[in-house]
């Protein structure tokens, strides 16, 4: 079983930025593609970016295109979401996920809330 946990949500004005953190716990961490997901009040967990294992394949949701970055430490077991020019629309909860052989590990969310 693989745990995984984000950290690194919190409070920030529109405008501003705020980096998420997610720390897998395998052993093998460096084979696993990784991915952040979003869900706001009322509305379904949606597609933010992903990652691949060698950190060579990126992918980004168009609503955050040029805003956001996903990278990955593998000596750390960690993946980063650095978030830039937030706006009240990325209030959500933040979801890390791990992926491998057709297995998805998801954390319990991160609160990332963007006032205007």
């Known amino acids: 079983q693989v745990q995984v946990v984000e950290s690194g949500g919190g409070l920030v004005q529109s405008g501003g930025s705020l980096r998420l953190s997610c720390a897998a716990s395998?052993?093998?961490?460096?084979?696993?593609?990784m991915g952040w997901f979003r869900q706001a009040p009322g509305m379904e967990r949606e597609f933010v970016a992903a990652?691949?294992?060698?950190?060579?394949?990126?992918d980004y949701a168009d609503s955050v295109k040029g805003r956001f970055t996903i990278s990955r430490d593998n000596t750390k077991n960690t993946v980063y979401l650095q978030m830039s020019s937030l706006k009240p629309e990325d209030t959500a909860i933040y979801y890390c996920?791990?992926?491998?052989?057709?297995?998805?590990?998801w954390g319990q969310g991160t609160q990332v809330t963007v006032s205007s």
């Open positions: 990652i691949s294992w060698s950190g060579g394949t990126l």
């Open positions: 395998a052993r093998t961490f460096g084979v696993y593609d």
């Open positions: 996920y791990a992926d491998r052989s057709k297995s998805r590990y």
